[in-house]
């Protein structure tokens, strides 16, 4: 069962005991970054599907990269009966992570062999909510500091992965099912697809590009400019290595800070004057939200006319990330009418529908002003969903797949085409 209110990946912020870290990569803490967090505090296990999920399930690697390196993998995460971050080997079993240091000093090698390209090979996935990284060619190096397991930032030139190869998928697997999607809220990089078995032997896949979709996503943020080509990272033999989410780019300075401002000062000028209405939660059609601006922030009204909440106007790097500005707690009231704004604001649909959220995808990315990340990634993709910022899965618009009681789980490495 799919939780009523599931909130979407965030970015996950390092705590002060780590604070050292914070330039390494992200620290993972208690509930460590699968999909959905929120299902581990909050949502009760079906009963029924309790008796049907078990302990592991078989995840059947397939390599169709047509690369010759080795490839190496790790499932890293939060085992949920325990709490405990670690670590699985091939067999499912956990293995938890000794404790960290400061600065922070070397993780265990948590690594696996892959397939080979052209071969498949099925390792047990275990309840966990975590992430399964694939690399080619180098191992990647994970730390641990004070307040956990430092996971790698390429943002960060100085990061020891950065001139690696590699990517992951993020999961849940608990009681009440699987919840297993592809990411690009990070970065776009080595491509893959994932996949699951139902219960009643059907299968869903999703996060498979098109027909030379790889290639058409980097040299469509080359030809965009603006600072848009920057995203993309090279080796020095110039082979594309990823390319950078926008959130992390105006981070490091690669793209102008204010890339969204002129479509962000339209949109707060148009709603000085007309109402915004937001209806956050698809299941409650009269749970609606009326927002205006006022001077320089958004005011967001419930039914009765009470400001509930309001938001200061937005920079970009709050709407790239959902942050910031754009912060949303878990909570009904904010969290909810913030994910809605944060996701209109990526697709540029608050000058053309003042309902939201927009159910009709024809419309997203049109602005010239926009999220052109976003934008070609999803364009890009066969089934056109993706997670290419923290709340793409607003108007079911992810790469997720989930059922209740799963048979199996596929990960499918892809050609670089």
């Given at each position: 069962m799919l939780p009523p209110r599931r909130l979407t990946k965030r970015r996950l912020i390092a705590s002060a005991t780590a604070a050292a870290a914070i330039a390494t990569g992200i620290i993972v803490t208690g509930q460590a970054n699968g999909l959905p967090t929120n299902m581990l505090s909050s949502d009760k296990a079906d009963s029924a599907n309790a008796e049907a999920v078990a302990d592991t399930i078989p995840l059947t690697l397939k390599n169709n990269s047509g690369r010759d390196e080795p490839v190496h993998v790790y499932v890293i995460g939060t085992e949920l009966a325990s709490?405990?971050?670690?670590?699985?080997?091939e067999s499912g079993a956990f293995h938890a992570w000794p404790g960290g240091g400061a600065p922070p000093i070397p993780a265990p090698?948590?690594?696996f062999e892959g397939p080979k390209n052209g071969e498949t090979k099925t390792i047990q996935l275990p309840k966990f909510s975590g992430r399964v990284y694939f690399s080619y060619g180098d191992k990647l190096e994970f730390q641990l500091a004070e307040g956990g397991l430092v996971q790698p930032a390429v943002q960060n030139e100085s990061d020891p992965n950065h001139d690696k190869l590699f990517n992951w998928t993020e999961y849940t697997l608990n009681d009440s099912g699987l919840?297993?999607?592809?990411?690009?809220?990070?970065?776009f990089s080595a491509p893959y697809s994932v996949g699951l078995t139902s219960g009643d032997g059907s299968t869903k896949e999703t996060g498979k590009l098109k027909p030379g979709g790889y290639k058409?996503?980097?040299?469509?943020?080359k030809e965009q400019g603006g600072g848009w080509e920057n995203l993309v990272q090279t080796r020095e033999d110039g082979t594309p290595l990823r390319v950078l989410a926008p959130g992390h780019a105006t981070g490091n300075g690669s793209l102008p800070g204010d890339v969204l401002d002129d479509y962000i000062n339209r949109v707060w000028e148009k709603y000085q004057n007309e109402e915004l209405t937001v209806t956050p939660f698809k299941e409650e059609p009269d749970t609606k939200f009326t927002g205006k601006v006022n001077g320089d922030k958004m005011d967001f009204t419930d039914g009765s006319g009470q400001v509930v909440t309001s938001f200061e106007k937005p920079d970009s790097d709050s709407v790239f990330g959902c942050y910031k500005k754009l912060d949303a707690p878990n909570d009904k009231v904010r969290g909810p009418i913030s994910r809605t704004l944060c996701a209109a604001l990526n697709r540029g649909t608050l000058l053309t529908n003042n309902q939201q959220p927009d159910a009709d995808n024809s419309g997203f990315y049109q602005d010239k002003v926009t999220n052109h990340y976003a934008r070609l990634v999803h364009g890009q993709m066969e089934d056109g969903k993706a997670y290419a910022f923290a709340f793409d899965d607003v108007g079911a618009q992810e790469s997720l797949v989930h059922d209740g009681a799963?048979?199996?789980?596929?990960i499918s490495l892809e050609p670089f085409e």
């Open positions: 709490g405990t971050q670690g670590y699985a080997d090698d948590a690594s919840w297993l999607n592809s990411t690009q809220v990070d970065m058409a996503v980097i040299d469509g943020l799963p048979k199996d789980a596929t």
